[in-house]
């Protein structure tokens, strides 16, 4: 049995991580939260990233919606929407990359995932604060979404149409959870739509057949390219996925699918895994060709937290001991190497191959109040009930 | 003395890195070169980079130009140049970043130093064979560069303009460089007109004199920012411009630049030395704060490479010992680390923080015949005069 970890998650949730951002993030000049936290609580950088500005109001709506109402949390969740209710955004709706610490936009709308993580925040909270508005927020954001994803990147597309057009696997994956997260606001059938298609193409083309792994770019018509680009694996993305295939199979109480997503999440992982030092590769070439990536053999926080979630899900699912046997080995890599046993608090994020800590910061440009609260609560709440 | 390293600079050269590319590297069905070449000589992906094909035919007309008149090496500087010339740029005259191996684009011309790389190309080719049109594609291209020097990635660029305008170091520093491989072509007015301007830039503006060190990015009005990019330091960078700086000094018989170029790459050199394992860090952070880069501590061959050309170039200006100590202990590290003992021929590229290669290849995207062949070359010939 699993169960006795629910109690080591939670309590580590609830009496590390989330009062690490409750003390340190929250920028009460000009609204929004710090991300750039060293180990030391210090804040090194003060731009602001709407990756997770939009991540930490999700956190601590989510906090607020399923451990307890804290007035205290949606506080933290409201302070960040309205610094990014009101400066999020350019003319058309889309969401800026980053902004400076007063709010004013620094990097362009280039990025469909600002635009993800920002329908995700305020659809979540609109189910602890019901104002139209922010179910508006999410809905027209989801909208603009859809219509961008052919082309994700539009004007900032630097990809000559024509020679070589691939498809990327981390809409699609992304589509697969934020559908559900806004199913409250879209209606089902739009879920059903959405998520028919994305789980489709996951599952019949991004899923290599051959190889029994999920690639990361294919072509348009769903076909392995041998380039850089095409022969890239990214096993924490591709297990991530599956726990969100797995919860649009239970969703949809379709068996087959949640079965699908478990044998590819252990195939991903028994090959991700890096057998001479623990932890899972960062990034692989599908021909073991040196990939791009300078930092592909290093070991990254969230792949493991992922991980963690989608056993403890198989592990619940199927009750089988492979689930188990990985769960505990996945759980003792990461808790010794990524928990910050000197100070507490939130986790590092970056190891390198050895298991080494790389950088000595608690969240940065890409790492926020996200991955590892979400995948302690997950967990947690997974392997209670 | 450090004259008696010439010979060994040398018989790398001729005997082990130019007969690598000359044997592995010609694609003789659709012209131009494969760069992405594995330690065992395998073509691994057959795209081609504009960059370094550019690089290649520079590097061949140069040994062509400097070494002895060679019909092998005129040839396969030919050979690459014909492929570029026919296929290498947009209808605006913009070089692509890629092509895939027939040559079509498959991305768009938003680096403009792939425009740099294929003027340097271009300039040399004409001084082994002097065609009109080699001229005439240099010179258009470098007016096409100045022309796109204050946004040089054009609509490309996702910078919000206004709130952080930055300008980058890598521009000036090649124009320093690239001012003087063209002079034929340009002319000494037009040389001393664009060096001036970048040299002034340079040591008055990206040098940051508190530190001693030069910042890879500043703001328009050049002063330091403090945020991800300002706070970048790129040793290897900088090292590399102050050998460019003291061609330009010694071109302008002007001794205090040279010897200020001097000074700021020891500074460079002492800052960026790894004093627990040796070799110089790829990327750091002015403040010592997390960069951004994940690879920010792994040890790149043109780093060293270039740290070699410009110690032996400050040891035979001022014979002094603290450059021979130096060169000694960069030659030392160099040649034990990138150099292919087991197999011969080019170097590697990559290494892990602790001096093991991190990939087995000797080209790939970023790395062709170039900073080995070249370095080597300026070395042996530096030493010998």
Redesign the interface.
């Known amino acids: 049995m699993l169960n006795h970890y629910a109690e080591t998650y939670k309590n580590e949730l609830l009496n590390e991580v989330v009062p690490f951002w409750e003390k340190n993030s929250l920028d009460k000049e000009y609204g929004g939260y710090f991300t ?1 936290i ?1 180990n030391s609580g210090e804040i ?2 003060t ?1 602001k990233f709407i990756w997770l500005q939009a991540r930490q109001i999700w956190m601590f709506a989510t906090l607020c919606q399923k451990v307890q109402k804290n007035e205290a949390w949606k506080k933290i969740a409201m302070h960040g929407a309205r610094f990014l209710e009101k400066q999020g955004r350019d003319e058309f709706g889309n969401w ?2 980053s902004l ?1 610490q007063k709010g ?5 709308p ?1 990025n469909i995932f600002s635009d993800c993580f920002a329908a995700m925040a305020f659809g979540k909270l609109y189910e602890i604060e019901p104002k139209e508005r922010y179910a508006e927020i999410a809905k027209t954001t989801f909208e603009n979404i859809l219509k961008r994803r052919e082309n994700p990147k539009g ?2 597309n ?3 149409r024509g ?2 057009n691939l498809q990327n696997f981390a809409l699609p994956m992304i589509l697969c959870n934020l559908s559900l997260e806004l199913e409250h606001l879209l209606g089902s059938e739009q879920v059903d739509s959405v998520t028919d298609s994305v789980v489709n193409l996951i599952m019949n083309k991004f899923y290599h057949k051959e190889s029994g792994l999920v690639l990361e770019n294919i072509s348009v018509g769903g076909e392995f390219v ?3 680009e095409g022969r890239l694996l990214n096993p924490g993305h591709a297990i991530e996925a599956m726990w969100f295939i797995m919860n649009l199979g239970i969703r949809k109480k379709d068996i087959d699918l949640v079965k699908k997503a478990e044998k590819i999440m252990f195939q991903q992982l028994e090959y991700g895994w890096d057998n001479e030092y623990g932890g899972i590769f960062y990034f692989m070439d599908i ?1 073991n ?2 990939p ?1 990536q ?2 592909h ?2 070991k990254l926080w969230w792949v493991h937290v992922e991980t963690l979630v989608a056993l403890a899900k198989t592990y619940t699912c199927t009750q089988n001991d492979k689930a188990k046997k990985w769960f505990e080995k996945v759980h003792d890599y990461t808790w010794n190497h990524f928990r910050d046993k000197e100070n507490g608090g939130e986790w590092y994020g ?1 190891l ?2 050895k298991g080494e800590v ?4 608690k969240g ?2 890409w790492k926020g109040c996200f991955h590892v609260p979400r995948g302690l609560l997950e967990v947690w709440q997974t392997l209670e009930r």
Do not use: A, M, W
């Open positions: 750039c060293d090194y950088d731009d800026y990359f400076n004013e936009p620094l990097v362009q280039y004007k900032y630097k990809i000559y020679t070589r041998d380039s850089f021909k060709h040196p791009q300078l930092e053999d290093q970056y390198n191959r790389h950088l000595n910061l940065g440009k």
